[in-house]
Each structure stands twice: as C-alpha cells, then as structure tokens.
C-alpha cells in the first residue's frame, strides 16, 4: 500500500470507510454524522448490519455508496482515490484498514480508542474523536474544508508508516532482538 495519485486528482465530495459492517465498527454513527454534511460516504466492507445500515441511510437520506468487498490488491486503488478515511470503531486491536489509508496518504479520522490511538497522535499525522456523530462530524468538516490540513496529515502519515511500519525495517529490528537474546 502506498500513495499512487497526486492529492488534487482525489474526491473532493467523498469520504471513505473500510471494514466489517458490524456494531463495533460504529458505523450507524458515522452515517449519522455524514447526514448532517455535505459529503458523500462509500463503504467498503461486508457484515451483519449491512442491511441495518442501507436503511438508516436510507431514513435520513444519505448518500451512502456499499461497495462491498474488494479484493486486497485492487483495495489500494481505492484507498488513492480519497482524500479522507474515517474509521469510528468502539474497539480495535491492531487497525489494519487505518495504516492502509495511512500508506495511501489519506488524511485519517478515528476514534480515540486503544489501537488507533497507539498509532494516532492528535492533529500531526491524523485526528481522534469521540465515537459520537458530533465530534465525527466536526473532525469531518474541518479536515474537509482545509486543504492544507489534508495535505499536512497526509504528509505525516506516511512518514509516520515509512518510519514505523515498514516490513524490512520491523524484520531487521527483529532479528537483532532474537541474535541478542541467543548471544546472552
């Protein structure tokens, strides 16, 4: 995963969320909080509450797009096509989809829960929010509505992946802790 398309070529109107359509992803709030915006969401991802949320979308007339699953490989294309990913989750371990749009160079949004907030830090390389549509929306429309922040977190969140979540580098960290230890 990594920054394909020049920041300017993105959606101007869209917002994206990948990931499993289930109540800890806490996606009912999120589309709430796009309701009350000018923005556009597609989601990609499959779940138990797909359904459930097609309806609510429907009830408070969002613009919703369910893009259902898309393979890993293509995912990429995806995440380059956006400006800024949300991902409002009650809980998360290690955020995989999060350090996805990150390497994409998406401006990033999450709630401020342990796992996103291991990798967040507040205003540098992303915002964290609460997981109620106020603080979602807010974060949304300020982000959305300043280009230079976008580009600024953008920025940072691939520096941020390069410098702590590259394969080679993590590898190598590794394999010195286990010479270490055998050597002792």
């Keep these: 995963f990594k920054k394909k398309i020049n920041h300017s070529n993105r959606y101007t109107n869209k917002i994206l969320f990948v990931g499993r359509l289930t109540k800890q992803k806490n996606i009912e709030e999120l589309i709430h909080a796009i309701s009350e915006t000018k923005y556009e969401l597609?989601?990609?991802g499959e779940g138990e509450d797909r359904a459930k949320l097609i309806k609510l979308a429907k009830k408070f007339n969002v613009k919703v797009n369910f893009l259902g699953t898309i393979e890993n490989h293509i995912l990429v294309?995806?995440?380059n096509r956006y400006k800024l990913f949300v991902l409002p989750s009650f809980v998360e371990g290690n955020p995989k989809?999060?350090?996805e749009a990150m390497a994409c160079g998406c401006a990033v949004i999450c709630s401020n829960v342990d796992g996103n907030n291991s990798v967040i830090k507040h205003g540098i390389n992303g915002y964290l929010v609460g997981t109620n549509r106020s603080s979602i929306k807010q974060a949304i429309i300020k982000i959305m509505e300043n280009e230079k922040?976008?580009?600024?977190?953008?920025?940072?969140?691939i520096e941020y992946?390069?410098?702590f979540c590259d394969l080679h580098k993590n590898l190598s960290t590794e394999i010195k802790i286990y010479n270490n230890l055998l050597n002792e």
Excluded: K
Excluded at 149 to 154: D, F, I, K, R, V
């Design 149 to 157: 922040l976008q580009l600024m977190l953008s920025n940072n969140s």
């Design 97 to 99: 989809s999060l350090l």
């Design 161 to 163: 992946i390069t410098e």
């Design 77 to 79: 294309d995806y995440y």
């Design 42 to 44: 597609d989601i990609i």
